[in-house]
């Protein structure tokens, strides 16, 4: 059931990200035809996609990737060990990956907090307010932390876990 609920979770995140992607594309090409047509481009364009756009496309869909085992990993002598040891290296690992996950959840959380406290924002071309955005880190975060503590637990309980992503041609058919 928390497996269900988590893999829902990472979708809803992915999906946010690609929505922000989408709203990304159709802001710069807005402010290229503002820019170029009308010599007015958007104030704050740069701004507001680096500060909320692309972190949300980079953070959000963390647990999403992590759930479809598609995170850059290098397992060349992990496939030299055998099947027993490979399992025991698999849990270490995710276990060693949710505490870098649950430190940064915990103190990206606290950076969000206090930059939400003290209202903070960013000059450039307009104020920007940021401390929104800062709440996606955390929350990316959270969400990773508890895939791979899932996967963690598969990995330790069920022989058949097998955290190869799919090919291709899986996917596209």
């Excluded at 047509?37 to 909320?52: C, D, H, K, M, T």
Aim: charged share 15%; no cysteine.
């Amino acid at each position: 059931m928390i497996e269900r609920w988590a893999v829902r979770l990472a979708g809803l995140l992915a999906a946010l990200a690609l929505i922000s992607l989408f709203l990304m594309m159709l802001q710069t090409v807005a402010d290229v035809l503002a820019s170029n047509l009308f010599n007015r481009p958007i104030a704050g364009n740069l701004e507001i996609i680096s500060v909320y756009h692309m972190v949300f496309v980079v953070f959000l869909p963390l647990a999403f990737v992590e759930h479809k085992h598609e995170h850059i990993s290098v397992d060349l002598l992990y496939r030299a060990l055998p099947v027993r040891l490979r399992q025991v290296v698999l849990v270490l690992g995710y276990l060693v990956s949710a505490v870098f996950f649950a430190i940064l959840t915990y103190q990206t959380w606290n950076d969000a907090v206090r930059s939400f406290n003290i209202g903070e924002m960013m000059m450039g071309a307009v104020y920007v307010t940021i401390w929104p955005a800062k709440f996606a880190l955390p929350l990316g975060f959270a969400a990773i932390l508890l895939m791979v503590l899932i996967h963690a637990w598969r990995a330790a309980t069920d022989p058949d876990f097998d955290p190869t992503p799919a090919s291709p041609e899986d996917s596209a058919a």
